[in-house]
């Protein structure tokens, strides 16, 4: 089992930069494909990135790709999301995810029902 903690979220404006971080207990992060996901309200979940166990191979959703980045450190347990230009429409609660992943030659997790451990969430306000 893994346990996660976003934090990193607050509010910033349009065309700023804010990056969120995810850590995660336990001694085999590195075995745990990783998402952030996000929901806006009266909008469903979807995903914002994700990132395979290895850190060799990413997604991201085309609203955000040039400008959004998903990473992370397997020494330090830490999955982040740098958010560069940020927008209006990028206001949502944030969610990392994770999911056990046997193989580190599967694709990456695009759904949100493929991931079965999840963090509380952080908001991320854009302002205008």
């Known amino acids: 089992q893994v346990q996660l903690v976003e934090s990193g979220g607050g509010l910033v404006q349009a065309g700023g930069s804010l990056r969120l971080s995810c850590a995660a207990s336990?001694?085999?992060?590195?075995?745990?494909?990783m998402g952030w996901l996000r929901q806006a309200p009266g909008k469903e979940r979807e995903l914002v990135a994700a990132?395979?166990?290895?850190?060799?191979?990413?997604v991201c959703v085309d609203s955000v790709k040039g400008r959004f980045t998903i990473s992370r450190d397997n020494t330090k347990n830490t999955v982040y999301l740098q958010m560069n230009n940020p927008k209006p429409d990028d206001t949502a609660v944030y969610y990392c995810?994770?999911?056990?992943?046997?193989?580190?030659?599967?694709?990456?997790?695009?759904?949100?029902?493929?991931?079965?451990?999840w963090g509380q969430g952080t908001q991320v306000t854009v302002s205008s």
């Open positions: 990132i395979k166990r290895g850190g060799n191979n990413t």
């Open positions: 336990g001694r085999t992060f590195s075995s745990y494909d």
């Open positions: 995810a994770a999911e056990y992943s046997p193989s580190p030659l599967s694709r990456v997790r695009t759904q949100h029902d493929e991931y079965d451990y």
